[in-house]
């Protein structure tokens, strides 16, 4: 280790040991040019003692120099030697000159950054882990009800027509569940490449959501909802994703209204802005959300009281959908009043879909 550290010292500083001994030989080359035109001027012991001189100077300024740095070297030798554990350049710390404490530093911020990166990505596969795990929970209802179902219908052979069709939209609505629920965990593993899977196009929110409504229209009918959408608008955005996004809307107002008696509606209201970009607001007639719950509705896995009652929340269809519309550029807001009905509100920047946040 010391041989190491002494041989690496030596070999950065042959440059200044070479030009220092030039200078000398230079020095020395003046006095003997002096001592042979004007005999007796410069008498060679002199001239010995010059050189040694020098050479102790040299050697003095090394060999202090050195010491000063010793401990770098050692501290730098064995954060190679252990480059594999992450906190490996913590070990340099007896930084003596500018160059060394600014290296020091560069190191240090490189792995606070690769701690950073690797602790988001740490926390992205926990949460992935989280849902998969809960997605799987949350699939076995759907697929023991369809199995009751079944055997109910095998159970009974001479039932009427209007048994079997509720048999048959129960069976329906069911597999729908299960469909919405692959749906999700399909978009959850295209966001981490989202760039990739992305087509931005001028697209008709209007059109867009009568498509979604459209998708839904057997549990709208089925639950007395009657969805409505006023007034168009044109925007920038990816109609694939801003389908995914509609859809987690229009599930959330289906599942939370059906509970309630009566008639309940669900408005799309479009306005197109002059500079090119656009708002779409989502109003459901359903039982609405709390206020102390509603700056969390946005966070992964927060189900709340309204998901805990029924039963069928994931917690993740709002928090995918807030990282959509953020990636795309656009804002997401939700307003509610308890009860009565809940808001969700997307907000279309002009030309906001080249923000593309990560």
Same mark, same amino acid.
């Given at each position: ?78 954060? $190679? ?39 988001? @990505? ?131 107002? $289906?599942? @939370? ?102």
């Amino acid at each position: 280790m010391r041989g190491l550290s002494l041989a690496l010292f030596l070999r950065d500083r042959l440059l200044f040991i070479f030009m220092a001994l030039l200078l000398l030989l230079l020095s020395v080359s003046m006095l003997l040019l002096e001592r042979e035109r004007y005999p007796g001027l410069v008498e060679l012991g002199a001239v010995y003692y010059f050189i040694v001189l020098g050479l102790f100077f040299l050697g003095t300024w090394l060999a202090v120099d050195y010491a000063r740095q010793r401990a770098y070297f050692k501290q730098l030798i064995e954060a $190679i030697s252990r480059s594999e554990e992450l906190q490996a350049t913590r070990i340099i710390k007896s930084t003596v000159t500018q160059e060394q404490k600014l290296v020091s530093k560069m190191l240090q911020e490189q792995n606070r950054a690769y701690l950073n990166e690797l602790g988001k @990505y740490r926390r992205q596969q926990e949460l992935h882990n989280h849902f998969v795990l809960q997605w799987v929970h949350h699939m076995k209802t759907p697929v023991s009800v369809v199995d009751l179902l079944a055997q109910e219908a095998l159970q009974k052979t001479a039932s009427t027509q209007e048994e079997q069709r509720s048999l048959a939209l129960s069976l329906q609505e069911e597999t729908d569940r299960m469909s919405r629920g692959l749906e999700m965990m399909l978009y959850t593993a295209r966001l981490e490449k989202f760039e990739i899977d992305l087509h931005v196009e001028r697209t008709p929110l209007h059109e867009l959501a009568r498509q979604v409504v459209n998708a839904h229209k057997k549990l709208c009918i089925r639950h007395s909802i009657f969805p409505r959408i006023e007034g168009v608008a044109w925007v920038e955005t990816d109609e694939k994703w801003m389908a995914f996004v509609l859809n987690q809307f229009v599930s959330n107002a $289906i599942k @939370y209204s059906k509970s309630k008696p009566g008639a309940k509606k669900l408005v799309f209201t479009l306005e197109d802005f002059s500079n090119g970009g656009g708002r779409m607001k989502v109003t459901d007639d359903g039982i609405g959300i709390a206020p102390h719950e509603l700056p969390r509705i946005f966070d992964p896995f927060f189900t709340g009281e309204n998901g805990r009652t029924t039963g069928e929340s994931t917690g993740m269809g709002l928090y995918l959908a807030k990282q959509v519309c953020t990636r795309l550029g656009h804002e997401m807001s939700a307003s509610s009043v308890i009860g009565e009905s809940t808001t969700m509100t997307v907000t279309f920047q002009p030309r906001g879909i080249h923000i593309l946040q990560g």
